[in-house]
């Protein structure tokens, strides 16, 4: 069983950029859909991006196209969320998980394997 360690979170400005990183342990990393996902305060927890195991295909949420990229490294075991443009409301703590589903990727339900998530804090 593959576990995710994410990091790359922190403070910045509105405006700047971070990349959120996922660390997986484990040899299966390479087989699993990735996912991206946040939760703001009192707010659910919502779909971000996903990514293919080969990497060959990627989708996102319609309200992070365009700022959000999501990408995987699989030599390194690694999977990355690059985030331009940051607001405010981008404020939230990200959470990256692995899933066998790729057909249901923007379910958080079909993901078996999360990671502690990292904080990511915009301000105006």
């Known amino acids: 069983q593959v576990q995710l360690v994410e990091s790359g979170g922190g403070l910045v400005q509105a405006g700047g950029s971070l990349r959120l990183s996922c660390q997986a342990s484990?040899?299966?990393?390479?087989?699993?859909?990735m996912g991206w996902f946040r939760q703001a305060p009192r707010k659910e927890r919502e779909f971000l991006a996903a990514i293919s195991w080969s990497g060959g295909s990627t989708s996102y949420a319609d309200s992070v196209k365009g700022r959000f990229t999501i990408s995987r490294d699989n030599a390194k075991n690694s999977a990355y969320l690059q985030i331009d443009s940051l607001k405010p409301e981008d404020t939230a703590v990200y959470y990256c998980?692995?899933?066998?589903?790729?057909?249901?990727?923007?379910?958080?339900?079909?993901?078996?394997?999360w990671g502690q998530g990292t904080q990511v804090t915009v301000s105006s």
């Open positions: 484990g040899r299966t990393f390479r087989s699993y859909t």
């Open positions: 998980a692995a899933t066998n589903d790729y057909i249901n990727y923007a379910n958080q339900k079909h993901y078996h394997t």
